[in-house]
């Protein structure tokens, strides 16, 4: 018995019920040896963190666009967030932790320069529509690994696809981070307005604070008890109707005050700007793009290399090449 065997054993002994077993998972799409040492899930997160998308997400916007100061956070410390509580939630609930950890960080792989802003450009522009989570999808299933995708098993590709919108995933542990991301950003995000104050500890809504906690790690603490406790011997991740309900509020006062009509947002317009220049450029000058980009043309068509490439680059990135493409340059002799 190999040690790859004896964690599959553990997790049959050690799990949930309701857990996702390494040793039952529906596999990959193309069938590949097992490992000797880690179970698949566990081969996953290392793909994903070991793919060049995950490196990019540490120059990716999180809410606030070219900040001056290096602690607010970026697209890689959200993720990261995302994997730490999920991970504690999954290890609360006896759940497969690193199916649960993989999932999360997956999935904002497909995220733009920008953040949210930079997804609604390219949505704008391109005929098929853009969304970052399907976008995750394609990095992990078509764009990494030099254009074959990292061969992720079926679970994750589902957690990643399903961690926004109405369709939740077939497994607890892509339940969990789907309410897990929630947990992230909302109260980093209280945080980061605070110090750009944006907003100050005061302006919070007295009825989710009163219920949450005052202080982002009370808060943290309140909802991942709750989802824990609430989700116990259960077929579904949930929350209890109270603290649900105080999660909602602090949401819709970030949409309020932070996310919508804000100073945070002031450069937002600039930046779908840039978006939705270069989208254009490229298109009418295909022959613009990088030699390494243009001969994907082949297998894709142009508009859809086009958002790829714009959807892949860093914030810093895509500012230089703006500037490369529709800044003029000092004239000289040499």
Known sequence: MDIREITENNEKLLLSPFASLSSQT???KKEEKKCSIRTDFQRDRDRIIHSKAFRRLKHKTQVFISPE???FRTRLTHTLEVAQISRTIARGLRLNEDLTEAIALG???GHTPFGHAGEEALNSVVSFGFKHNEQSLRVVEKLEGGGVGLNLTLEVLDGILNHTGPV???TLEGQIVKIADRIAY????????ISAKIISENDLPYYPISKLGLTKSQRIETLVKDLIYSSQNSPKIKQSPEIKEAMDELRSFLFKKV???????????KAKKIITLLYHFYLKNPRKLPAETYIKIEKNNLERTICDFIAGMTDRYIVNIFKEHFIPKAWSLI
């Open 26 to 28: 529906k596999g990959r």
């Open 107 to 109: 999935h904002d792989l």
């Open 259 to 269: 996310y919508i009509d804000s100073p945070a947002k002031t450069q937002e317009y």
């Open 186 to 193: 909302i109260n980093h995000d209280i945080e980061d307005a």
């Open 168 to 170: 939740d995933p077939f």
């Open 69 to 71: 100061n290096d602690h």
